[in-house]
Structures are given as C-alpha cells and as structure tokens.
C-alpha cells in the first residue's frame, strides 16, 4: 500500500512540468568615486581589493508579481548575483565618465516579473548608481531602473538599499509584493528626528532657522532662531542634528568656514563637476577682491573710490558680441602673455557698461530695470494719491505719503494725477512699509539710509517716466514715530540733477536689498526647501506626483546650506555687502509672514500688483496694463507651457477628483507641507485643500514655477545689472547732504555720489558674490530638458515632447520681440537685450558661466 503511494507520488513529480531555469542578462551603470577624490585616494585600489577577496556588488531582484508568504506576502527575492569584472575593467580617472558593467541573474517562473532589486556594496567605498537594464525578461522584454543616487558600503545602512523598476504606480494600484517595500523606503528616508546625521544617511528631516548665529564668538554674532514662533515665523530647512551651541542651546553648533560638509542627504550634494567648478569659481573671485585691497594698502583713502574711473579699471575688457565667461579658455592657459595675466584678476564687463558706459544713469533705464532688470516683480500700479501705508498708525504713526499733486504734475505733460490714475498710467516701486519697521535697527549700524517711494508715468511710448521720489527715515525722538520725509522731482541740471541721481541711489539700495533678501532668497531658495523635504518623505520614488517634481528640486537643499554656511549666516557675506546688515534675515521672517503661495502664481501676482486685470479676450486670460512688459510678457507663456504639460501629464493618473482625494500619499504630503514645511504659516485660509485636478494642477505648475522660471528671472540677472555696483549700490553711507553740504555736492557731484554708496572693499565682496551666483554649470539640466527614456509611458513622452517643443517656439518669439524697436523696453538705453526667460539656449549654455540666459529646471546656485 505504502509502496503504491509512493510509486504514484513520484510518478507526479515525474510528469509535472519542470521549473525553467535561465538566466537574465543585464548592465549597470554607475560611476565611481573619483581616484582623484583628495578625501580618499585610495578609493580605487582599496575597491579592487575588497573585490578579491569576494566583497564585490550584490544585487537580488524582487518580485513584482510572486508574493512570499514567508516574508510578510512581500515580493520573492531572487538569488544574489554579482557585478562581473571590477577588478579587471579600469575606467577613466574623471568624475565625469560612467563606467558599465556586465551582470547575470539566475531566473525561473517562481520570480515573476522583477519590480524591484535590493543592493549591497561590499566594498570600501561608495558610487554613484545610475541605471540599471535587464534584457529579455520573460513576460516583459527589456525592464530599466533608473536609480541615480549614491550607494555607500552596506555596513553603512541599518536596512537594505532598494530601487525600484522605472514604473509609476499610484498608493492603491502598486503590485501587492512591493507595497511593503515602497512604505518602508519612505520611512528610511523620513529617519527618527535624532542624532547627528552623516554623509551616508539619507534622511529628509525638518528644523529651524537655528544655524546663522554663532554667540560663542560674542553678542554681535548672536541671532534669533527664525521659525517656531508668531513673531519670527519662517520655512523650514533640512536638519543637520548638530551639537547644540555651548552658550546658547537653541542654537546649532555651526562647522568651520572652511568645512563645506554640511549635512544635506548626499543625492541632493552637488555632482563633483558642479562642485569642483563652484569651488574654482569662489578662490578665483577670492583672488579678483584680495589682489586689489593687497594694491590698496600702499595707498590712501584706500576703501573709496574716487572716480568711476576706478571702478570701470576693475573690469577687463570684452570684445563686441563675446560670451560673459570669465573662465580661461585652455589655449589661454597654456600660452598666457603677460598682458593677459595681468587681467586675469579683473572681473568680466557686465552688460550695463558694455555698450554705454553711462546709460546707467538715465532716467529711462532707471524705470525699464523695474519691468525689465532682475527684480521686475515689485513694482505695482498706483491706485490712490498720495500713496497711503498700511502699518498700524497706533504703532508706527502716520506713515501716509508727503507728495503733492504739484510735484508729480509738473513732469505729466500736462496729465493730471486723477487722468492719470484713472487711465492706468502711474505706478509705483514701493518700500516703505516694508522696511519702516526695521529701519530705526538698521541705521544703527554703519549703514544709513532711507524707506523709499518711486512715482512712474506710463508714457505713450511704452516706457516708465520716474516723477517724484520720497525718501524717509526715522525720528532722532524715539517716541516720534512719524517720519521725516523728502521728495525729489526729476531735474536734468545743477544742484536739483545731483540730488535726483542720489535719490535714484538710495532707490536702488532698497531694491538691490529687497531683491537679495526676499525676491531671491525668500521667495525662492527658502520657501522651496520645504517642498523638496516633503516630497521625499512623503512621496514614493514610484509616485507620478515625485517623478513630475523631482528634478525641479535639484541641489537646492547643498546651495542652501552653503548660503546658511558662508552668505546669510551673522557676519557673512550678505551681511556684509547689503544694507540691512545683520537684521537682513529677522526682517525677512518679517516680510514672510504675508507670503501667499497662491499668489505666488504669475497671473494671481499681476493681478494682485495691478499690472494686468482679468481680460478673456486677451491671451492667457489677461491684459497687462504695461504692454511692454518684458518680465511679465515672456513670464506668462512660460507659465501657460508649464501648466499645460502639468495638466496633461496630471490628467494621465487621476481621472476624476476622488482619486486625488483617496490618495493616501497625495494627501499626506499636502498636510505636512502645510503642517510642518510652512507650519507658521499653517492656518492661512489661502492654502489649496488638495481635493480637486485644479487645485493639483494649480500647485505643482507654481513649484515648477518658482523652482525654475521665477528663479531664474532675478538670479542670471545678477551680474550683467549688478556686476557694475553704481548701477544697483547695496549700500549706502550716509544721508542726502544738507544745505552744508551743497558745496562739495556741487564741486564734485560723482565724488560725492561714490563716498555715499558702497565703500570699496563691500563692491569687490558684492560682485565676487553675484559673479558666482550668476553663473550656470556646465552640467545645467534646463526647463523641457529631459531623457526621454526616463519616462514610463508614451503618453508622458509625447505630452513632455509637447511641452518642449513649446519652449522652443517660445524662445524663437522671444528672440523676435528683442529685435522690435517698437517695444523700447526689451533692450533699453543699455542695450541689453531680454533674454533672462529663454527656456534653454542650449547653443549659448551648454559651456556654463555668466550667460544672462536659460532656464535652469532647479534653484541650482
């Protein structure tokens, strides 16, 4: 009996089918550490060793189809199978170059479909990960992941490093097998909210801005910690979880100068390209301030200029039509003459000098760098006159405007101001209320200046007339709080011309400050940290929303730490170079309190500033009140191109509205941006709720926004405005002369212009600083920049070869409306041609440096 059973068991094993067994071919690519890496040179060597004796690379696929009911229903691992031929292939000692290798897994039906693998680096040191392909997988032809991240040795980790195939899947419609391994990846990556974290760990984390000041080195290095609080609300930044300051615990320990290590999680650090170029750029613009204040302490007087002679001396010179780089070319290196070397400490031409070294100077490019210049996102249509303030009278006393209708109607050509105002023609650039509340604490440092108010006629010719300008500044009485306030009229001679042109100069000195501290750094470079957070604690690698939204976060947490490190820490650069000088971050936390991130929209913030009204019989849905508006011309087709790919490639995962709202993912990634990411500002009525394909679409098209086009409008613009500082002053040194004072005004009117604004050795640090943040990296990936084998779907390649195909038809319009000598303000007296929205300009880019052009697709530098 029991031999017969035996006998029929067998006979089944005999006849059932026999598992197939195979092999699957595949290829990694991934690039080493550089051999020439001065952290570890013997990164290499030391690889080839581990290799030897059998602590190679390891990778094990994962089932997307087969669950093992033994390991918790997740997907089955396949057997370990390791990189073929480290030891004998030797690949190129450049960060640049990938090296690919060979690699066979042992596959049979049991497995499945792969959706994923596991990787272990047994080596010593760690590489980059780009992509890895299998061929010829049963049931599905080629499978590819796209991994691009870094994978330190394995001992490293306290789990195993998982990638997942090159796929989209919403929360509900992942493969069962890899559910388990999705949720646990976000869970590494959101960490425990303790300890020091270090290069390897990947952990996305929050804390407060309480890393700027450093107490231990006295009071004048103290600073308030920014965000936590109603009265110093602010975004929040990675956290690093270094040691807690000895004098002050609510502070951070803050690293050397030197030390550039600062914690982000090492795929969001700059590549070794962009890292060693940024490097190089910073001691050559080291060498450019030093050389000079070397020279200069031989001399008297020797932080003044004393003629913009001086300052023109500073540049080298350019030749008509020349790309604004100033790397060396490798010809110029090897066979330098003399002349050459003696340039090689000056700074590039900036565009503002290039053509007409005093155009500067005119009224006309004073108005056109409001709509046109780098920052074109302030000035508003005036609706009421005199121009009234908003600050609280009981706190800040009567703050109302002192101008007169005389003053301004004098210079209308005979308009009056309510014509004017009724025909939409006067607008403002308006600082007052923004920096009355700080200006008694800043004027307290070495910096004296004033609250400003800019009038403009809107001429017939398109261009900005300015008429009048208020400047004011605080009572000596502290318990006065109403302002001293004077006005200036535009004036071409004598005396009158003098003061105009100080009062334009003490105009820029609240732009040029403004523009760096909010319109630059707030309104982009802070406010999107937080998004780069959330998105990775609470967006899965394989969720649509994370593949739409990744590579507008790239290396904006590394330049953001380096700017906490070195720019807007107590006594860094910033500090240094701009007015508000050590209150410029706490009067920041200031103006962030009325941030609004729907108006951070291009049409909501024309709208908002009175530059458009609503018009659907005009493109876009608006019509611009200044035609000639170049930020705001080339702005909205920009804006309209990225909400059209956003809508087309939302519309391709959520078909209706509850599928947005049941997204589990989806909505915690909502609820922590607001909560934790902007938790000051959590309560604001104006927050999307993330329940409809609008409010989805809204969203992501304004952090694709801001994260690239907005960016890049009052970054690039930098230098050619900003490079030579007369134009846009950071500073100024004392107050409008008074009658004393008439006669060295009148004697030398450019000598006093100079002694007023920004003292030598601050101009040398200032164009250093926008000399680096100008420019673009050689490895610069712009706005519709994308390989297509990146995408999962054809519908997303082909609604993402629509969208950059749109880019280029808007590039070659914008390129035509620079050359209509219609439209004054595309260019101006200055001759510098709008170009800071060209989406990609890759011809003109693609070898980095000061290019005045291109859309990067992330907050890069």
Avoid at 78 to 90: C, D, P, Q, T
Avoid at 460 to 487: C, F, M, W, Y
Avoid at 764 to 788: A, M
Wanted: hydrophobic share 35%; with cysteine.
């Amino acid at each position: 009996m029991l031999e017969k059973l035996l006998g029929t068991v067998c006979g089944k094993i005999r006849d059932s089918p026999k598992i197939e067994e195979r092999k699957i071919k595949g290829t990694v690519v991934l690039r080493k550490k550089n051999f020439m890496d001065m952290t570890d040179v013997g990164a290499s060597f030391l690889d080839r060793v581990y290799e030897i004796f059998r602590k190679g690379v390891s990778l094990q696929l994962i089932s997307a189809t087969h669950a093992d009911p033994e390991n918790g229903s997740r997907g089955k691992l396949g057997k370990e199978a390791y990189l073929e031929s480290w030891v004998s292939k030797f690949t190129s000692l450049s960060a640049k170059d990938d090296a690919t290798f060979n690699i066979t897994f042992d596959w049979d039906e049991s497995m499945g479909v792969p959706g994923a693998f596991l990787i272990k680096n047994h080596h010593h040191s760690q590489f980059y990960l780009k992509k890895v392909t299998l061929e010829d997988v049963p049931g599905h032809g080629q499978l590819q992941f796209v991994c691009n991240s870094w994978v330190y040795p394995a001992y490293r980790y306290k789990y195993d490093r998982v990638f997942f195939a090159y796929k989209t899947y919403l929360p509900y419609n992942t493969p069962g097998p890899l559910r388990s391994y999705r949720e646990d990846e976000l869970i590494n990556l959101r960490g425990d909210g303790s300890g020091m974290l270090k290069e390897w760990d990947r952990v996305y984390d929050y804390a407060f801005y309480n890393d700027l000041g450093n107490p231990e080195k006295g009071s004048d290095y103290e600073r308030p910690v920014l965000g936590g609080s109603k009265e110093l609300p602010y975004p929040r930044r990675g956290r690093t979880g270094r040691r807690q300051n000895k004098k002050d615990p609510n502070i951070e320990s803050r690293l050397p100068l030197l030390n550039l290590n600062i914690y982000v999680p090492r795929d969001e650090r700059f590549s070794p390209v962009k890292f060693s170029e940024f490097i190089g750029s910073s001691l050559k613009s080291v060498g450019q301030v030093l050389i000079p204040e070397i020279r200069a302490v031989f001399k008297k007087n020797s932080n003044e200029f004393d003629k913009f002679e001086d300052i023109h001396n500073l540049y080298k010179k350019r030749k008509k039509d020349e790309l604004q780089d100033s790397h060396l070319t490798r010809n110029t290196r090897e066979c330098l003459p003399w002349e050459s070397f003696k340039e090689l400490h000056k700074f590039p031409e900036p565009d503002i000098i290039s053509e007409d070294k005093t155009a500067w100077r005119t009224d006309e490019e004073f108005g056109r760098e409001m709509i046109a210049g780098v920052n074109p996102v302030i000035i508003r249509r005036l609706e009421e006159f005199p121009p009234a303030s908003k600050l609280d009278p009981k706190v800040y006393g009567n703050q109302n405007s002192s101008m007169t209708r005389e003053q301004i109607e004098k210079n209308m050509s005979g308009l009056t101001v309510e014509e004017a105002i009724a025909d939409n023609k006067l607008f403002i650039l308006d600082y007052h209320d923004v920096l009355i509340p700080y200006l008694r604490k800043i004027n307290t440092t070495t910096t004296q200046t004033y609250a400003s108010r800019t009038v403009l006629l809107l001429q017939d010719n398109g261009t900005l007339k300015p008429l009048a300008i208020e400047l004011s500044r605080e009572q000596p009485d502290i318990n006065i709080h109403d302002p001293i306030s004077q006005v200036f009229t535009l004036s071409e001679h004598g005396i009158e011309n003098s003061k105009w042109q100080l009062a334009k100069a003490y105009v820029a000195v609240n732009d040029s400050g403004y523009h760096q501290l909010i319109s630059h750094w707030l309104n982009t470079h802070a406010v999107i940290e937080p998004f780069v957070i959330a998105t990775n604690r609470q967006l899965s690698v394989l969720h649509p929303i994370y593949k739409l939204l990744q590579p507008h976060f790239r290396d904006t947490m590394n330049i953001n730490a380096l700017a906490r490190h070195t720019l807007i820490n107590a006594g860094g650069i910033f500090e240094r170079t701009v007015f508000p000088a050590r209150y410029a971050l706490e009067m920041s936390s200031f103006i962030y309190k009325n941030w609004n991130f729907t108006e951070q929209a291009l049409p909501e913030d024309l709208l908002k500033r009175g530059v458009a009204v609503k018009d659907l019989n005009h493109r876009h849905g608006l019509r611009l009140l200044i035609e000639d508006y170049p930020f705001a011309v080339d702005g909205l087709e920009i804006w309209s191109a990225i909400k059209e790919w956003v809508t087309d490639y939302c519309s391709i995962y959520y078909e209706t509205d509850d599928m947005i709202q049941c997204d589990s993912e989806l909505q915690s990634w909502w609820k922590e941006l607001r909560e934790e990411g902007h938790g000051d500002l959590k309560d604001k009525p104006w927050w999307p709720k993330m329940q409809t394909m609008d409010e989805l679409i809204q969203s992501c098209t304004i952090i694709i926004w801001v994260a690239s086009a907005l960016h890049a409008a009052v970054n690039f613009g930098q230098y050619p405005y900003a490079g030579f500082l007369p134009n846009r002053p950071t500073v100024s040194r004392r107050f409008m002369p008074d009658t004393d004072e008439h006669a060295k005004l009148e004697e030398n009117p450019n000598l006093f212009f100079l002694k007023t604004i920004t003292a030598k050795f601050q101009t040398l640090l200032g164009v250093s600083l926008i000399e680096i943040l100008s420019k673009h990296s050689t490895e610069e990936i712009y706005l519709g920049q994308r390989d297509p084998s990146e995408w999962p779907s054809d519908e997303e390649k082909e609604a993402f070869a629509r969208f950059s195909t749109k880019l280029v038809k808007i590039e070659n319009e914008i390129t035509e409306r620079n050359k209509d000598q219609g439209m004054r303000n595309r260019d101006g007296p200055a001759k510098i041609p709008y170009t800071l929205l060209y989406p990609d300009a890759s011809d003109y880019t693609k070898k980095g440096g000061i290019t005045g052009r291109g859309i990067p697709n992330s907050i890069t530098i």
